[in-house]
């Protein structure tokens, strides 16, 4: 099985990005982030001929997430157990849905397509609500890791100072506290493995400023984590980096990770 996520930076502008790279690498699972539609919205009709279903919760044109399966959508959930909610209603950002995708006969695996809120700065309410988040995050996905799941997407955090073109430019951002960077590790301490790094390296995102994808200034935020008998079939990862480049990009890149059946 071949799985990749992909925050686009808005569906309805890139599907033509999205189609092509699904049908380029084959992909048999897309998790996407930051669709900016309601689900109404959203241009299924090439992916439904290409034999792909959709599953999406969105609510505005902000935030928004998506799977895009070709090999099936069980069990479909929206939200975690316990998932904060930001604005006036607990369903005013869509950052978070589940799936069962995959073979029946094989049981299938357990994807969830997570935009984690970005945190605008350390000392915003936001950035309180990420922490919340990731840390209601991590009580609900313990009850997937004796399963074949995996929790894919815009995690919005810079694990280790490698993961950014500079980080004296960023100690005083968020994505690099060492509060985030805490949460995330505490979500691997349970027993899930982030998988694309040892195959992958290099950024995921770069801001569309000063040509920062040109000069290669730019953050790994986009991760895949693995139950550990996910993580066990992993057979490889990559960027596609190609997906940065040219006119109407999103500021992200694809990870694409191979599962052994």
């Known amino acids: 099985m071949r ?15 999205v189609e092509a790279f699904l049908d380029r690498h084959e992909v048999d699972v897309l998790a996407v982030q930051e669709t900016k539609a309601k689900v109404d919205q959203l241009p299924t009709m090439g992916l439904e001929a290409r034999g792909y279903d959709v599953a999406a919760v969105g609510h505005s044109q902000w935030n928004g997430v998506a799977l895009i399966s070709r090999v099936g959508l069980e069990q479909v959930s929206v939200g975690f ?7 006036d209603a607990a369903d005013a950002e869509a950052r978070a849905i589940s799936a069962v995708c995959g073979p029946p006969e094989q049981g299938g695996v357990r994807i969830s397509s997570l935009y984690v809120p970005n945190g605008r700065k350390p000392d915003d309410p936001h950035y309180v609500y990420k922490l919340d988040w990731l840390a209601r995050l991590r009580e609900a996905a313990q009850a997937w890791l004796g399963e074949d799941a995996a929790l894919v997407g815009d995690w919005n955090i810079c694990p280790t100072d490698d993961d950014v073109f500079d980080i004296a430019q960023f100690r005083n951002s968020t994505h690099v506290t060492p509060r985030e960077r805490a949460a995330f590790q505490a979500i691997l301490d349970t027993g899930w493995a982030e998988v694309t790094r040892a195959y992958a390296p290099g950024y995921t995102y770069w801001d569309y400023y000063r040509q920062r994808f040109e000069r290669d200034r730019g953050l790994k935020i986009d991760f895949v984590l693995a139950s550990p008998s996910v993580a066990a079939r992993v057979k490889g990862a990559f960027i596609d980096r190609a997906e940065r480049a040219g006119v109407g990009a999103s500021d992200h890149a694809p990870v694409v990770v191979d ?3």
């Open 259 to 261: 599962l052994e059946d």
């Open 81 to 87: 157990d316990g998932m904060p909610g930001w604005g």
């Open 3 to 17: 799985i990749a996520t992909w925050n686009v930076n808005s569906i309805r502008s890139r599907i033509d990005r």
